[in-house]
């Protein structure tokens, strides 16, 4: 989906090669349903495949935000340590703006407080992210919830670089077109898209 912008298609040659390189142990397999995950084994010290879930999600949203327009600079999680709050992912664009992911899981989500202290982090600390990569900010989160409970969640929220979706329906945009669909909610609770 990377390269070509379409689904991914089954291609025997690589899968040919992973097992071999899995035999090999220089790559690590975990079963994901009824599917092989693979992934460098020193990447996966006491790794349990729990987290599989919200990786491959953040993916997935980095993946079709990313061929939504391919002149951006893709900006992993690690560089936005240190900074007060640590997005999943960022595109910085040419027109100045960088788009920020948080993905949230229903468990993660429902979590005592947890969403509450990650608006708060963005509220106090976005102007260093914005600072750093010379961008204005837009946060976007992708909640693995019911779109109505999404509706009420942000009823209460008041930043005007938030906006939110569910992960269904982020998903039913189809590729390419991510970022222009008006799926995403404001804080005044209709739906756009994503100017970045």
Known sequence: ???????????????KVLRRL??????????????LIYAIPRKTKGFDGSNIYHGLSCTECLVRCFRSDTNCE?????????????????IRYPNGSILLLEFCTKDNFYFSGNMRGKLEAYKENIWR????????GVVLFVIDIPRDAVKRFVENTDDDYLF???????????????????IYIWVDGKEYGLNV
């Open 1 to 15: 989906m990377w390269f070509t912008g379409e689904e991914p298609k089954r291609d025997r040659r690589v899968e």
């Open 74 to 90: 893709v900006i992993p999680e690690k560089l936005f340590r240190g900074f007060g709050c640590v997005p999943e992912w960022g």
């Open 164 to 182: 939110f979706t569910d992960y269904e329906t982020f998903l039913k945009a189809p590729i390419g077109k991510q970022l222009q669909e008006p």
């Open 129 to 136: 992210i914005e600072e750093e990569f010379q961008a204005e």
């Open 22 to 35: 899995s035999v090999a142990k220089r790559l690590r397999a975990v079963r994901y349903g009824n599917k």
